[in-house]
Protein backbone atom coordinates (compact mmCIF):
# COMPACT_ATOMS: atom_id res chain seq x y z
CA UNK A 1 0.00 0.00 0.00
CA UNK A 2 1.00 3.57 -0.69
CA UNK A 3 2.45 4.83 2.79
CA UNK A 4 0.03 7.76 4.67
CA UNK A 5 1.89 10.82 5.15
CA UNK A 6 3.27 10.90 8.78
CA UNK A 7 2.38 13.16 11.71
CA UNK A 8 4.83 15.19 13.68
CA UNK A 9 4.95 12.73 16.57
CA UNK A 10 5.42 9.88 13.66
CA UNK A 11 8.34 11.51 12.04
CA UNK A 12 10.00 12.76 15.82
CA UNK A 13 10.12 8.69 16.61
CA UNK A 14 11.68 7.93 13.48
CA UNK A 15 14.35 10.65 13.76
CA UNK A 16 15.50 9.59 17.19
CA UNK A 17 15.02 6.00 16.90
CA UNK A 18 17.31 6.29 13.46
CA UNK A 19 19.75 8.80 15.51
CA UNK A 20 20.03 6.46 18.75
CA UNK A 21 20.51 3.38 15.52
CA UNK A 22 23.24 5.83 13.94
CA UNK A 23 24.98 6.51 17.23
CA UNK A 24 24.14 10.40 17.46
CA UNK A 25 22.44 9.75 20.32
CA UNK A 26 24.68 7.43 22.06
CA UNK A 27 23.48 4.20 24.87
CA UNK A 28 24.49 5.67 28.11
CA UNK A 29 23.94 9.45 27.13
CA UNK A 30 21.27 11.64 27.68
CA UNK A 31 19.19 13.25 25.03
CA UNK A 32 18.55 17.05 24.40
CA UNK A 33 15.93 19.17 26.52
CA UNK A 34 12.29 19.00 25.47
CA UNK A 35 13.01 22.52 24.48
CA UNK A 36 16.11 21.61 22.35
CA UNK A 37 14.74 18.70 20.72
CA UNK A 38 12.25 20.62 19.38
CA UNK A 39 13.81 22.93 17.80
CA UNK A 40 16.30 20.65 16.30
CA UNK A 41 13.81 18.64 14.78
CA UNK A 42 11.10 21.46 14.11
CA UNK A 43 7.83 20.26 15.77
CA UNK A 44 5.93 21.38 19.13
CA UNK A 45 6.92 20.52 22.08
CA UNK A 46 3.40 18.18 22.48
CA UNK A 47 5.23 15.66 19.54
CA UNK A 48 8.35 15.36 21.64
CA UNK A 49 6.41 14.39 24.76
CA UNK A 50 4.26 11.96 22.90
CA UNK A 51 7.45 10.52 21.16
CA UNK A 52 9.31 10.20 24.64
CA UNK A 53 6.75 8.21 25.59
CA UNK A 54 6.24 5.84 22.70
CA UNK A 55 9.97 5.24 22.66
CA UNK A 56 10.26 4.98 26.80
CA UNK A 57 7.62 2.20 26.90
CA UNK A 58 9.07 0.50 24.15
CA UNK A 59 12.50 0.01 25.91
CA UNK A 60 14.73 2.87 23.60
CA UNK A 61 14.92 5.58 26.74
CA UNK A 62 14.50 5.97 29.78
CA UNK A 63 13.31 9.01 32.00
CA UNK A 64 14.83 9.73 34.79
CA UNK A 65 13.39 12.61 37.37
CA UNK A 66 15.80 15.29 38.12
CA UNK A 67 18.33 13.95 35.65
CA UNK A 68 17.26 13.38 32.00
CA UNK A 69 16.19 11.27 29.22
CA UNK A 70 18.64 8.16 28.49
CA UNK A 71 19.42 6.54 25.73
CA UNK A 72 19.20 2.47 26.77
CA UNK A 73 20.11 -0.33 24.62
CA UNK A 74 17.72 -0.50 22.04
CA UNK A 75 16.19 -4.14 22.84
CA UNK A 76 12.52 -3.72 22.75
CA UNK A 77 11.99 -7.58 24.55
CA UNK A 78 13.29 -5.42 27.57
CA UNK A 79 10.53 -3.03 28.25
CA UNK A 80 8.37 -3.48 31.64
CA UNK A 81 4.94 -2.30 33.16
CA UNK A 82 6.58 -0.01 35.13
CA UNK A 83 3.13 1.33 36.80
CA UNK A 84 3.02 -1.70 38.42
CA UNK A 85 3.38 -0.06 42.27
CA UNK A 86 0.38 2.27 41.11
CA UNK A 87 -2.01 0.64 38.95
CA UNK A 88 -2.43 -3.12 37.45
CA UNK A 89 -2.63 -3.48 33.52
CA UNK A 90 -6.56 -4.18 34.16
CA UNK A 91 -7.11 -1.34 36.06
CA UNK A 92 -5.61 0.74 33.02
CA UNK A 93 -8.06 -1.38 30.41
CA UNK A 94 -11.18 -1.31 32.23
CA UNK A 95 -10.70 2.61 32.30
CA UNK A 96 -9.66 3.05 28.72
CA UNK A 97 -13.03 0.56 27.29
CA UNK A 98 -14.78 2.99 29.90
CA UNK A 99 -13.68 6.07 28.25
CA UNK A 100 -13.00 5.78 25.05
CA UNK A 101 -16.24 3.51 23.83
CA UNK A 102 -17.96 6.89 25.21
CA UNK A 103 -15.97 8.73 22.76
CA UNK A 104 -16.73 6.66 20.14
CA UNK A 105 -20.88 6.92 21.08
CA UNK A 106 -20.36 11.06 21.40
CA UNK A 107 -18.31 10.86 18.05
CA UNK A 108 -21.02 8.45 15.72
CA UNK A 109 -23.84 10.97 17.06
CA UNK A 110 -22.70 14.40 16.57
CA UNK A 111 -19.36 14.23 14.43
CA UNK A 112 -19.95 14.91 11.05
CA UNK A 113 -19.00 12.33 8.27
CA UNK A 114 -16.44 14.48 6.80
CA UNK A 115 -14.46 14.68 10.15
CA UNK A 116 -15.00 10.92 10.65
CA UNK A 117 -13.51 10.16 6.98
CA UNK A 118 -10.11 11.89 8.30
CA UNK A 119 -9.70 8.93 10.64
CA UNK A 120 -9.20 7.19 7.73
CA UNK A 121 -5.52 8.54 7.22
CA UNK A 122 -4.74 7.60 10.62
CA UNK A 123 -5.55 3.85 10.21
CA UNK A 124 -3.22 3.68 6.86
CA UNK A 125 -0.63 5.53 8.98
CA UNK A 126 -1.02 2.68 11.65
CA UNK A 127 -0.67 0.07 8.58
CA UNK A 128 2.16 1.93 7.17
CA UNK A 129 4.21 0.94 10.35
CA UNK A 130 3.09 -2.58 10.36
CA UNK A 131 4.59 -2.75 6.76
CA UNK A 132 7.75 -2.13 8.09
CA UNK A 133 7.48 -3.58 11.39
CA UNK A 134 8.54 -0.56 13.62
CA UNK A 135 7.38 -0.92 16.89
CA UNK A 136 7.71 2.74 17.90
CA UNK A 137 6.25 3.96 14.59
CA UNK A 138 3.22 1.61 15.70
CA UNK A 139 3.11 3.04 19.12
CA UNK A 140 2.94 6.44 18.12
CA UNK A 141 0.05 6.12 15.28
CA UNK A 142 -2.30 4.00 17.70
CA UNK A 143 -2.05 6.83 19.98
CA UNK A 144 -2.39 9.46 17.52
CA UNK A 145 -5.80 7.55 16.56
CA UNK A 146 -7.17 7.06 19.68
CA UNK A 147 -6.46 10.77 21.27
CA UNK A 148 -7.90 11.86 17.82
CA UNK A 149 -10.74 9.73 19.37
CA UNK A 150 -10.79 11.87 22.75
CA UNK A 151 -10.39 15.39 20.58
CA UNK A 152 -13.72 14.67 17.74
CA UNK A 153 -15.32 13.02 21.08
CA UNK A 154 -16.00 16.94 22.02
CA UNK A 155 -15.66 16.06 25.70
CA UNK A 156 -12.74 18.20 26.66
CA UNK A 157 -12.49 16.22 29.93
CA UNK A 158 -11.77 12.72 27.98
CA UNK A 159 -9.21 14.36 26.58
CA UNK A 160 -7.90 15.96 29.09
CA UNK A 161 -7.97 12.73 31.48
CA UNK A 162 -6.44 10.83 28.34
CA UNK A 163 -3.48 13.51 28.22
CA UNK A 164 -2.96 13.40 32.15
CA UNK A 165 -2.38 9.85 31.88
CA UNK A 166 -0.92 9.56 28.64
CA UNK A 167 1.92 8.17 30.00
CA UNK A 168 0.37 5.34 31.28
CA UNK A 169 -1.99 4.53 28.30
CA UNK A 170 0.49 4.33 26.07
CA UNK A 171 2.88 1.78 27.81
CA UNK A 172 -0.06 -0.10 28.07
CA UNK A 173 -0.85 -0.48 24.65
CA UNK A 174 3.04 -0.82 23.79
CA UNK A 175 3.22 -4.17 26.00
CA UNK A 176 0.39 -6.16 23.43
CA UNK A 177 2.55 -4.25 20.66
CA UNK A 178 5.41 -6.64 21.82
CA UNK A 179 3.07 -9.53 20.70
CA UNK A 180 5.11 -9.30 17.28
CA UNK A 181 3.53 -11.62 15.09
CA UNK A 182 1.96 -9.92 12.01
CA UNK A 183 -1.22 -11.86 12.69
CA UNK A 184 -1.60 -9.47 15.65
CA UNK A 185 -0.50 -6.12 14.64
CA UNK A 186 -2.32 -6.72 11.49
CA UNK A 187 -5.23 -7.29 14.12
CA UNK A 188 -5.04 -4.08 15.59
CA UNK A 189 -5.46 -2.17 12.34
CA UNK A 190 -8.65 -4.21 10.94
CA UNK A 191 -9.96 -3.62 14.70
CA UNK A 192 -9.46 0.13 14.24
CA UNK A 193 -10.87 0.36 10.52
CA UNK A 194 -14.09 -1.73 12.38
CA UNK A 195 -14.08 1.26 14.69
CA UNK A 196 -14.11 3.84 11.97
CA UNK A 197 -16.64 1.36 9.70
CA UNK A 198 -19.33 2.05 12.69
CA UNK A 199 -18.55 5.36 12.84
CA UNK A 200 -19.18 6.16 9.45
CA UNK A 201 -22.40 4.17 9.57
CA UNK A 202 -23.26 6.47 12.56
CA UNK A 203 -24.13 3.95 14.78
CA UNK A 204 -23.57 4.20 18.59
CA UNK A 205 -23.58 0.94 19.77
CA UNK A 206 -21.91 -0.46 17.03
CA UNK A 207 -19.11 2.10 17.22
CA UNK A 208 -19.11 1.60 21.20
CA UNK A 209 -19.12 -2.56 20.96
CA UNK A 210 -16.31 -2.57 18.23
CA UNK A 211 -14.25 -0.46 20.67
CA UNK A 212 -14.64 -2.18 24.07
CA UNK A 213 -14.14 -5.77 21.57
CA UNK A 214 -10.87 -4.01 20.98
CA UNK A 215 -9.47 -2.90 23.85
CA UNK A 216 -10.06 -6.36 25.54
CA UNK A 217 -8.37 -7.60 22.52
CA UNK A 218 -5.65 -5.20 23.87
CA UNK A 219 -5.54 -6.97 27.15
CA UNK A 220 -5.87 -10.45 25.82
CA UNK A 221 -2.52 -9.63 23.63
CA UNK A 222 -0.37 -7.39 26.46
CA UNK A 223 -1.52 -10.73 28.76
CA UNK A 224 0.60 -12.95 26.21
CA UNK A 225 3.63 -10.85 26.74
CA UNK A 226 3.75 -10.80 30.45
CA UNK A 227 2.99 -14.73 30.82
CA UNK A 228 5.72 -15.21 28.20
CA UNK A 229 8.50 -12.84 29.13
CA UNK A 230 7.25 -12.07 33.07
CA UNK A 231 6.42 -8.43 32.87
Given amino acids: MKHAKQTATQRTVEIIQEGIKAGTYPVGQALP???VLAQE????RQAIREAISALEGLGFISVEAGR???VVQPDESEARWRFASQYTLEDVYAVRAALESLSVQLIAVKVP??????LDTLVDQLEAA???GNLAAMSAADSQFHRKLAELSGNPLLLEILDTFNMVMTESKNIAF???SETNHRSVVAEHRGIVASLKKKDPEAASSDMKAHIVNAQKRAHRVRKKNAI
Fill in 33 to 35: GQR
Fill in 41 to 44: LGVG
Fill in 68 to 70: GTF
Fill in 113 to 118: LKKINS
Fill in 130 to 132: VDD
Fill in 178 to 180: LDT
